[in-house]
């Protein structure tokens, strides 16, 4: 597969970190994983899996569209502070919602259900901030060719392609593949998260384990669910597995 080069993921979640005031210790234990680890993944030593990349960005407040896109390309454009990553617990503060729920590993979960970062909620600097970042999130379209999507690849042998964006909105709109032994977390971990998910299978074979049920998803199988229940996804065949997925976030 090819497509646009991109910076590495790492530099916009250091922007990011940077952003919400965290150290690399204090993002470390949110997450529950190693400093070494946020380390190796901000300097592009390392990939994160697909779990530790939604347990990051739900710890830094942004969606896993921010994560695309060129982040010279954005500070050119003018978006505030050189970055269009906006802590999005400061767009809901503006429009009166409590802003998504954590995306975690399930046994990185805290008992009360939060992770104590401090945001002041009722901050209208921090809020009307956020809204001008949303406002300035960008637009990917009308049409993507097929050489043209921007990429990711993870750990664990997971790739993901932007299909499309659209600003003003909070549904991530990919194409994954997983390579043969390729799984959402090479240590098995489950996740879940805010919202909801909807998954296409259009060749290979994938295996989704959901709650305490898993089901094998063959060229043509579609899945939907709530992503509140943990889940997670491996690649068990012998040929790459690809499917178009959506994941849509739910404000509270």
């Not at 470390?28 to 300097?43: F, G, K, N, P």
């Not at 921007?150 to 593949?177: A, C, K, N, Y």
């Not at 971990?189 to 384990?209: D, I, N, P």
């Amino acid at each position: 597969m090819t497509g646009p080069a991109l910076p590495p993921i790492g530099e916009r979640l250091r922007q990011a970190r940077l952003q919400r005031g965290l150290t690399v210790r204090g993002l470390a234990r949110v997450v529950d994983v190693s400093a070494s680890l946020i380390s190796q993944i901000e300097t592009g030593k390392s990939s994160p899996s697909v779990s530790t990349l939604y347990a990051i960005t739900a710890a830094l407040g942004i969606s896993i569209e921010d994560v695309f896109g060129d982040v010279n390309a954005d500070r050119k454009a003018g978006t505030p502070n050189g970055s269009p990553l906006a802590p999005l617990a400061a767009v809901a503060a503006a429009v009166g919602a409590a802003g998504p729920a954590p995306i975690i590993p399930v046994s990185a979960a805290p008992a009360d259900g939060g992770f104590g970062l401090g945001v002041d909620r009722s901050a209208s600097s921090a809020a009307n901030q956020g809204l001008r970042m949303l406002q300035n999130k960008r637009r990917v379209g009308p049409v993507v060719p097929a050489g043209g999507r921007e990429m990711l690849h993870l750990d664990s042998g997971v790739t993901w392609e932007l299909l499309g964006q659209l600003p003003h909105t909070h549904i991530d709109f990919l194409r994954i593949t997983y390579a043969p032994g390729g799984s959402s977390s090479g240590a098995g971990v489950l996740m879940r998260h805010s919202g909801t998910e909807w998954g296409h299978v259009l060749s290979g074979q994938l295996t989704l384990t959901l709650g305490f049920d898993t089901y094998v998803l063959n060229p043509g199988d579609s899945v939907s669910f709530d992503c509140s229940t943990p889940h997670s996804y491996a690649n068990h065949g012998a040929e790459p597995a690809v499917g178009v997925w959506f994941v849509a976030e739910r404000f509270r």
